[in-house]
């Protein structure tokens, strides 16, 4: 039998009758219901999509190990951040706006999402190529990603949309900015940085408290693509970075990033000049210097991109002791729309699935529910006297408590005495950015808001915002859209 290929069978293991024939009234005559082989072969095959991400539809990603090489127990009780400690973890990358059979090098964020298997329960870190994002407030979130992907009425991506969601929010100038300069378009996704983007908490074995944002800094270098290399690739193999992680893994080059940390200390948050939990601004490295504290290596493929890349479900929410929420409104927002969406997408057992198990024990008393197949014993509730789990608070030693006050409101954050929606950005253009970066970036706007749907009252809008971050920024803007 070893010589030979295993024989097909159903999904049960009973031997299948033919690969190639129905079972019919003679040679020629109709198809019997009764041939429940292919009855169960069809019907499968049109339950083989979930749907899509909403955003972030198309991605790869593999596995790696996560090596901490300073010590910040200081900063955080965190078992994965402890000196010297390895932890296998998964990295999901992707774009945002296109769907699952869109191009990879289209001018667009990277998603940037990473699953720690810890010895203490799953962390995740779901960030992007960007340290910041296009809106402070997730009430906005289903109408900005709207306007990125398709018209109501003739299913097209467009411009005019996008520019007119953008100029109704400034906030959006900073991430905005990122994605016109030839970053919006890396070349690989090794060739890109990640970060947590959102502020974290962070609390140490005392139950002291700080802020922190995560920087993923690759170390394959920065490269990106002209916008024209980019649009080529689309048409010449819009699988891409797909290929790229998957062959350079596969050839034994793993690339790495090293994970730097900005720590801040509890109490600056209050009266820091912008507001620390705006996920539209970032901390400047001048107040808060990047720490280095260990890296990471992608070292293995996937083996099943269904069953691994398009299932994972990854999400803020998981959260180990020693780190915690803080105030970001988008934070607090995607603790709920990413589990959500997995429930949605994937079913309420997802974390069962083997890319999201924890390698940590779970004793939940959640229970049933579809595909379900590894249900708790009795006991099935908490507390009891019959020797169950019982919750143990000094995990968390108070470490992720403190103390807020107010009036319920629908409201803006509260201004900090630098917040203002173009100075980042305008530091982005004035201190960062080459000449060379400059000029590509005004082409780029140039290029994506002479798209023909963008009508010339758009495109004023479109100088006036760009004016607003820099007068040479909006002149160069100006003079290639042609407005006065
Ligand atoms: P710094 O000069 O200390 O830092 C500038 C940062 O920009 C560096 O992290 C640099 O890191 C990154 N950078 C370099 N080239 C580009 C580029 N073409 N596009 C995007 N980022 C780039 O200044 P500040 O911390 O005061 O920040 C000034 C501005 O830099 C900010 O307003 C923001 O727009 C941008 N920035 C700031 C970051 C932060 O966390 N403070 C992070 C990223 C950008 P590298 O070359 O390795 O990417």
Known sequence: MSDRVPFTTNDVGVPAPSDSHSQSVGPNGPLLMQDHYVIQKMAHFNRERVPERVVHAKGG??????????????????DLFQKGKRTPLFLRFSTVAGELGSADTARDPRGFALK????????DIVGNNTPIFFIRDPSNFSDFIHSQKRRADNHLRDNNMQWDFWTLKPESAHQVSFLMTDRGTPRSWRHMHGFGSHTFMWYNADGRKFWVKYHFKTEQGVENFTADEAKALEAQDPDFHIRDLWTSINKG??????????????????DYRFNPFDLTKVWPHSDYPEITIGRFTLNRNPENYFAEVEQVALEPS????????????????????????????????????PVNRSVAPVHSYNRD????????????????TVGGAAADPSFYNDGDSYNVTGEIVRSAYTLHKEDDDFAQPRALWEKVLSDGERANMVSNIVGHASAPEVTADMKKRVVEYWTNVHPDLGAGVAKGLDVA
């Open 253 to 270: 080059d793993y690339p790495s990033w090293k994970v730097n940390v900005q720590v801040m200390p509890f109490e600056d948050a209050a």
């Open 116 to 123: 720690f298997y810890t010895e203490e329960g799953n962390y």
């Open 318 to 353: 998981n959260l180990v002791p020693g780190i915690a929420m803080s105030p970001d409104k988008m934070l607090q927002g995607r603790l709920f729309s990413y589990p959500d969406t997995h429930r949605y997408r994937i079913g309420a057992n997802y974390n069962e699935l």
């Open 61 to 78: 990603g593999a596995y790696g190990e996560l090596e901490i090489t300073e010590d910040v127990s200081q900063y955080t009780k965190a």
């Open 369 to 384: 529910g579809q595909g379900r197949h590894n249900n708790p014993a009795d006991p099935v509730y908490a507390p009891n």
